[in-house]
């Protein structure tokens, strides 16, 4: 069954509106009487039915709340360096969704040449939160990541159990740690060409721990994606 996502619920009913309300519309061509799924990215979902359609907001009765969660119970942040295609980033953005991420903080580091000419990044970030969203409609999340707005490497905080960074010159595998237990872990991945090793240095200062995924080099998208699906392996629910 279609899935959606509204605001909230309010005396039984909750409203589409926007883009999901036009995929709904436009799209689906759903109409009166239509059953579907809705949820409010914080933890709840329902069952509904469609009660009145506008050009911009579908009307929803609630029929009853579903109790399911398919949310990982790790915390886990992907700081990700913003690439110079910002498709791959947002392909990273995407797979971390489905793979239960908590949050995701774009990345501004050395070789993010592009992004340091970007002064305005609300256009951006509203984008890559309907990523999100269209992601955890796909996958069955319930609970949306919580999309940062990008920060310097400089910048970058975090008090999580373990901390990682993705260093191919150097580092140890992540088996070295499997033995740890964690209920929140950090990731960073760099852009195109990886991290200076004056990046990798300060991240250590800031308890990073470098590690390495393999004798292969991969391309940022894919380390994001293949890092992140390892640690819900081991600290989260996959598998």
């Not at 959606?4 to 109409?31: P, S, T």
């Not at 969203?133 to 609970?143: E, S």
Request: net charge positive; with cysteine.
């Amino acid at each position: 069954m279609r899935r959606f996502k509204i605001e909230g619920v309010k005396n039984g009913e909750a409203f589409l509106r926007g883009q999901e309300a036009r995929h709904a519309l436009k799209v689906l061509r759903l109409k009166k009487g239509d059953e579907i799924i809705v949820f409010d990215g914080e933890g709840k979902e329902y069952l509904a039915v469609i009660d009145a359609a506008s050009p911009t907001s579908v009307k929803v009765k609630i029929v009853e709340e579903i109790n399911v969660n398919r949310d990982s119970p790790l915390h886990s942040t992907l700081f990700m360096g913003i690439t110079n295609k910002l498709q791959k980033f947002e392909l990273a953005l995407q797979k971390a969704t489905e793979l239960g991420v908590t949050e995701v903080v774009p990345v501004i580091c050395s070789r993010s040449s592009n992004a340091q000419l970007i002064k305005n990044w609300e256009g951006k970030l509203r984008r890559w939160r309907e990523i999100a969203v269209n992601a955890a409609k796909q996958c069955g999340r319930n609970i949306l990541p919580e999309i940062r707005e990008p920060i310097k490497l400089k910048e970058i905080e975090t008090d999580a159990d373990l901390s990682f960074v993705l260093w191919e010159k150097g580092g140890k595998s992540l088996k070295d740690y499997q033995s740890y237990s964690a209920s929140s872990v950090s990731f960073l991945v760099g852009p195109e060409g990886g991290l200076e090793k004056e990046e990798i240095e300060l991240l250590k200062e800031k308890g990073f721990k470098p590690i390495y995924l393999g004798k292969r080099i991969l391309r940022a998208e894919t380390a994001a994606i293949a890092g992140m699906a390892l640690i819900q392996f081991i600290w989260g629910d996959l598998g």
